[in-house]
DNA sequence: AACGTGATCTTA
DNA sequence: AAGATCACGTTA
């Protein structure tokens, strides 16, 4: 397995990663939800949700580069949140790293959390997730089949997960591109954005 | 439902 | 230059 396997589009990388291992700074963990997201409207995958919509900037320019890069991204002014590149170079398709279960280095990511965190809670939601694995925007574009580098993945079987709609969009907020392995409670409770037009009038 | 928080983007 | 937006997380 190796960048190769994520020249694809955006929906079955995102069944790819469901299951796969991340390790990062000391920590390794289990993703268990993603979301995927594609790019501009005259691309493969128009999606009015991704940060690539309106074409490659200073921020999102790795989402246009190589498979198996990590685009990191710096959310509300606080959180950094973190995707796996996929599709070929030159096309925009990313997964959102949402949530993940900790399997080693519990120590380091409850010393990163706090220790009132609840296990299952350490790398759930996608900042969380970042801060528990120490993601920082310093990753953006590192290679994560890059043996040398602070952040890896490990990819394993192809998973299909539970599919639903995409948290917190405001565009195409119906479109279930989201997904998760079911029985985990580090998979975040379904949040319409307030912004969002009425379920059934967006695209 | 509100809001803290600041980079990024759109609009002018 | 100004204003809106936001792929969040916590508290209520």
Redesign the pocket.
């Known amino acids: 397995m190796s960048s190769a396997d994520l020249e694809i589009d955006p929906l079955s990388a995102a069944r790819l990663l469901l299951g796969a291992e991340l390790t990062g700074r000391g920590v390794t963990a289990t993703v268990v939800e993603v ?1 995927a ?1 594609g790019g501009p409207a005259d691309g493969p995958w128009p ?1 009015a ?4 919509y ?2 490659p ?4 320019s790795v ?1 246009f580069g190589p498979p198996g890069r990590l ?1 990191t ?7 950094v ?3 796996v590149v996929c599709a070929s170079d030159g096309v925009a398709a ?3 790293l ?1 949530a993940a279960v900790v399997d080693t280095g519990l120590d380091v990511a409850w010393s990163r ?2 220790a ?2 609840r296990e299952s ?1 350490l790398a ?8 528990a694995l120490g993601i920082t ?1 310093d990753d953006n574009g590192t290679d994560l089949f890059d043996p040398r580098s602070p952040v890896r993945l490990r990819l394993g079987e192809l998973r299909v997960g539970d599919a639903g709609p ?6 195409a907020a119906d479109r279930p591109w989201r997904m998760w392995l079911p029985g985990h409670p580090e998979v ?1 409770a379904y ?1 319409r ?3 969002a037009p009425a379920p059934g009038e967006s695209d």
């Open positions: 979301e997201y999606d949700a991704a940060h690539s309106r074409g900037g200073l921020r999102n989402m685009y991204y710096r959310s509300h002014g606080i959180h949140c973190a995707n990313a997964v959102l949402r959390r706090g009132a965190v809670g759930r939601g996608p900042g969380n997730l970042c801060s925007m995409r948290v917190g969009v405001s565009k975040s949040r954005s307030p912004r």
